[in-house]
């Protein structure tokens, strides 16, 4: 299911560059009906863009792995909103790939620029949606705790019986645990 709906997108997008990227040229004449904003709402195109962009998002999660897909389908209010928005920008790149013959530079790179921060942000784990989602902000950092060199110090190990070949183990461990 889609994180937005062809009504958000409407919201988000101008109609008309919605119109212009998912209408194909009539083979016989060249020429092409701007679709009705009724249309847009009913195209198959999309409900498929959607989904492609929806599919970035979710990549992004299991890249980021701060956030689930069911998180996100529960999220509401404003969250819920920027999720919206974030898909409808993700979709406008899409879209773009489809007709970049139809779209000038600046706002294609507008979109496309739009659309790499959010993918970033959800890929480096970010808390852009303000759940309490559980997650300990040292994760991913090295675990320090261990023995200490104390620990070990009358312990029969092969370093300590090889002490000419391996440093024993007050030498291996840091500093601030001898």
Known sequence: MPYATAANWIVYCDTQIIGDLITD????TGERKRPSQAE???SEIVT???LAASGEVDSA?????????DQLAGLTGNAAAKLRKMTCDIATAVAMDRRPER???DIADRYYEKSAKSLKELKSGEAIFGLDDGTDVSAGLMNTYGPTALDVQDRNHLPERMGRMIPDS?????????
């Not at 040229?25 to 016989?28: A, I």
């Open 40 to 42: 847009i709402l009913a």
């Open 103 to 105: 779209v000038t530079g």
């Open 170 to 178: 007050k030498q291996r461990f840091p500093l601030s645990r001898g």
């Open 25 to 28: 040229d009539d083979p016989e």
């Open 48 to 50: 498929e863009i959607l």
């Open 61 to 69: 999660l299991r890249v980021g792995k701060r956030y689930t897909p």
